[in-house]
């Protein structure tokens, strides 16, 4: 079956050319129209549309954007903020970067809808540390928009006022992490906090009621306000609404973005038609779907069971290559739709060179205020560069595999579970590979070999 | 701590930003940093007593946080990412001609002073790698050969001063 065609909801005006990213340019393409529309309307019945619309957040969790803003404690009388995560860091992941160099107009529109409809009076761009040009482009781009009267006070004559400012990171992963990102937006190391009794709708920024969501998400919000939740709900499928943006990055030929209808496309379709295939003379082997901490899958695996289609069970029988990649899939597989960024690494890579690579990572950006996580990342480094910079041992396997299972479950935060899923897939999906790392390094390294760690 | 009048009026107009003076801490060492160059020893002191904070809130914050430097860099600062779709297509290749090119070790500044090589974690740009960041400028599929080419214009840069 041929690839559905690509549909640029979010990433209409990515790319084209002669599209710049002042006010002018948007506003000539539309551009705040749908706020104009939107603070003439009843806040409530736009957390409704949002609702009907299904969406789910873009950032990583697939979190239901609707349900996410309805928790918000609204009874409080303390304010309630609005952050705009856009500290993109899982790796493999770049939509938000286009989104904010390109177009950030479409972003801080979608902003104020979102804060209209919350009745937020002040919202923050939470932008990353290592994206400066980003963050002045954001400020100039609000201080267009203050200055046409959609951002500060009394917008549009409405009476409503919202302030929005940008924040920079400084090059901590852990942000990302809802928050973590709170505390660091408070001044403070971005050590997540513990929930309950810290969930950001009830006690976030300042301890006060909060909303954290992804760039992506919000700008979907925007199309939402525009042709409303049902309408927004037809794109994709069920339980998977709208579009989704993948970032394909690694051993294809056309790496990219790429943005589809949600769960119309497979894993094959994406790599070999979208994405060109391998390149020449290579094969794949490996893929991780939602960014690096996502389980990694093995091309020639299979996965069967029994799925919901409409109202009946039917049987599925797939390879990677057939799995549509949308987050109730992936999920049924045993990994995630995540960020959407996609990694490939074709017959060239050897999987332990790779694990030792990701561990790295983890590694460096445990934020370490739980000692599972600080420990069992820096122990997972150590054994899997000792592997390949050292001596690697026939026991290594279950030893990384032994840390791995210590970790997750017993820390404050989600990056417990995110730095032992790879080591965790890694050796059940390529436990060969491991166990005859002693055996493959005493043969040498083709020339061109690409070092990974 | 010697700043410039134009970040000093920056410092006072971010701390407005918030409802409280805490959270400017990482603006103000953006700012700090910017101007300076690396945050010099009494930074914690001059921010915490800005911001009405003990110096330990300021300095925890410095040490945790990877793009604060204690420590002067080169007069550029050329950061490589080193995670996986970079490295995947050559990324640690481009960090050792870097190296190689100014005769330096990562963290190091060069010896002729004129830049640091560092090796950083994911900078979001992963369907261009290899990818590296020279000051605020991003460089996109950077192999060896375009590796070698920014520094040939690094130093050819320097030459003219």
């Known amino acids: 079956m041929p690839a559905p065609e690509q549909l640029r909801i979010i990433f209409k005006h990515i790319d084209e050319p002669g599209y710049t990213n002042d006010i002018g340019c948007y506003l000539r393409n539309g551009g705040y129209e749908v706020l104009k529309k939107a603070v003439a309307?009843?806040?409530?019945?736009?957390?409704?549309?949002?609702?009907?619309?299904?969406?789910?957040?873009?950032?990583?969790?697939?979190?239901?954007?609707?349900?996410?803003?309805?928790?918000?404690?609204?009874?409080?009388g303390k304010p309630i903020y609005l952050i705009v995560n856009a500290d993109e860091s899982e790796p493999g992941t770049?939509?938000?970067?286009?989104?904010?160099?390109?177009?950030?107009?479409?972003?801080?529109?979608?902003?104020?809808?979102?804060?209209?409809?919350?009745?937020?009076?002040?919202?923050?761009?939470?932008i990353r540390g290592e994206m400066p040009h980003g963050a002045r482009i954001l400020e100039k781009a609000i201080a267009e928009a203050r200055a046409a009267n959609f951002v500060g006070p009394n917008i549009l004559g409405t009476g409503y006022s919202c302030e929005i400012f940008v924040h920079r990171g400084a090059g901590a992963y852990i942000c990302g992490e809802e928050t973590g990102l709170i505390e660091s937006l408070e001044g403070k190391r971005a050590n997540p906090?513990?929930?309950?009794?810290?969930?950001?709708?009830?006690?976030?920024?300042?301890?006060?009621?909060t909303i954290v969501n992804n760039v992506e998400t919000l700008c979907h919000v925007k199309y939402i306000a525009e042709h409303g939740g049902a309408e927004y709900a037809k794109i994709g499928t069920p339980g998977n609404t709208g579009t989704r943006i993948f970032c394909v990055s690694g051993h294809v030929q056309r790496p990219g973005y790429y943005e589809f209808p949600a769960g119309t496309i497979t894993m094959g379709q994406l790599l070999n038609e979208v994405c060109g295939g391998p390149l020449p003379g290579r094969k794949f082997k490996a893929v991780i779907p939602g960014g690096s901490s996502a389980k990694i899958l093995r091309f020639g695996e299979r996965f069967k069971g029994k799925r919901k289609v409409g109202t009946e069970l039917v049987?599925?029988?797939?390879?990677?290559?057939?799995?549509?990649?949308?987050?109730?899939?992936l999920g049924m597989i045993g990994t995630m739709g995540g960020s959407g960024g996609v990694i490939v690494?074709?017959?060239?890579?050897?999987?332990?060179?790779?694990?030792?690579?990701?561990?790295?990572?983890?590694?460096?950006e445990s934020c370490g205020q739980c000692t599972p996580c600080r420990e069992g990342s820096l122990w997972m480094k150590k054994i899997t560069s000792r592997m390949v910079h050292g001596q690697a041992r026939n026991e290594d396997a279950a030893l990384l595999k032994?840390?791995?299972?210590?970790?997750?479950g017993r820390t404050i935060c989600a990056f417990g579970e995110a730095c032992s899923w790879p080591t965790q897939s890694f050796i059940a999906k390529f436990g060969d590979e491991f166990k005859q790392y002693p055996e493959t390094k005493k043969t040498?390294?083709?020339?061109?070999?690409v070092a990974l760690v | 701590m010697n700043l410039k009048p134009e970040t000093l009026s920056k410092i006072d107009e971010v701390i407005t930003h918030y409802p409280t003076k805490r959270s400017a801490t990482l603006p103000l060492l953006h700012l700090i940093q910017e101007d300076v160059g690396h945050l010099p020893p009494d930074t914690s002191e001059?921010?915490?007593?800005?911001?009405?904070?003990?110096?330990?809130?300021?300095?925890?914050?410095?040490?945790?946080?990877?793009?604060?430097?204690?420590?002067?860099?080169?007069?550029?600062?050329?950061?490589?990412?080193?995670?996986?779709?970079?490295a995947l297509l050559g990324g640690y290749k481009t960090c050792a001609t870097f190296e190689q090119e100014f005769h330096t070790h990562l963290g190091e500044v060069s010896p002729d002073g004129e830049v640091t090589v560092d090796f950083v974690e994911c900078l979001a740009s992963c369907g261009t790698a290899p990818v590296v960041m020279i000051d605020d400028e991003l460089h996109e599929k950077v192999d060896c050969a375009k590796a070698k080419q920014l520094s040939d214009q690094i130093k050819a840069e320097a030459q003219k001063r």
């Not at chain 1, 049987?315 to 899939?329: N, Q, R, T």
Request: glycine share 6%; with cysteine; charged share 25%.
């Open chain 2, 46 to 86: 001059w921010v915490a007593a800005k911001l009405e904070l003990q110096p330990i809130n300021v300095l925890e914050v410095i040490t945790f946080y990877p793009m604060f430097r204690q420590k002067p860099i080169g007069r550029r600062h050329i950061k490589v990412c080193r995670t996986l779709s970079c």
């Open chain 1, 41 to 76: 309307r009843k806040p409530e019945e736009l957390i409704d549309e949002v609702k009907k619309s299904g969406l789910r957040g873009r950032g990583g969790a697939g979190f239901p954007c609707g349900v996410k803003w309805g928790l918000v404690d609204r009874k409080s």
């Open chain 1, 345 to 364: 690494m074709d017959d060239t890579v050897n999987m332990v060179e790779a694990l030792a690579n990701i561990n790295a990572f983890y590694s460096h």
């Open chain 1, 444 to 449: 040498a390294k083709p020339a061109d070999a």
């Open chain 1, 94 to 126: 770049f939509k938000d970067r286009y989104i904010m160099h390109q177009d950030p107009h479409q972003l801080i529109e979608s902003t104020m809808i979102s804060c209209f409809a919350n009745n937020v009076k002040q919202a923050y761009i939470y």
């Open chain 1, 402 to 408: 032994s840390v791995a299972d210590q970790i997750p």
């Open chain 1, 193 to 209: 906090r513990i929930k309950p009794p810290y969930f950001p709708a009830v006690l976030g920024l300042y301890q006060c009621p």
């Open chain 1, 315 to 329: 049987d599925y029988d797939w390879g990677v290559e057939d799995v549509p990649m949308d987050f109730d899939s």
